[in-house]
């Protein structure tokens, strides 16, 4: 019996090991080795200053920026630890609530502005993390954008159609306009 109770000792604390410590240790000196600025958060830097990660949204409220998805992740938004869509079924009040503030929200900061809202720019996305909206909603933004930095529509407008990624392959997924990357071309323009 105690040849049985040494052996799954032995195993136990080989796996823990082998499981706990070295594959771990392989994967990440792997990782660092063949993909460093993705192991490392795939982070951009703007004068020497890491100021986002690729894959997470950020909060812009500025009326010169353009906005991303909401996020309602906890206990602030765009919280990477605590991702997670609000759960709110279409007919909930309280969706519906939120929803016309962010409706009111939009609106406040561009009353001039007629063309349809965009459903993603007034709900969250399941993670409540993309980095992405529609380019309808990146286009929506053009007026507030323009008028808030008095640069052009045309110009603006030019830049969003620039920053549009196409479905890969031509058949997966959306177009999609990558929130950062689109405020970090506008910050370069002045």
Known sequence: MWQQVRTAVFLFAAITILTGVVYPLVVTGVSQALFPRQANGSLFEANGIKIASEFVGQPFSDPRYFWGRPSVTTPVTYNGAHSAGSNLGPSN????AAVQKRIDALLSFDPGNHLPIP???????????????????ALYQVSRVAKA?????????????????RRPFGIF???????IHLNMALDTMR
Do not use: F, M, Q, W
């Open 119 to 137: 459903v993603d720019l007034v709900t969250a996305s399941g993670s409540g993390l993309d980095p992405h909206i529609s380019p309808a909603s």
């Open 149 to 165: 930095r008095g640069i052009d529509k045309v110009i603006v407008e030019a830049l969003v159609l620039s920053h549009i990624k």
């Open 173 to 179: 997924g959306e177009p999609t306009v990558h929130v």
């Open 93 to 96: 009040n309280d969706l519906k």
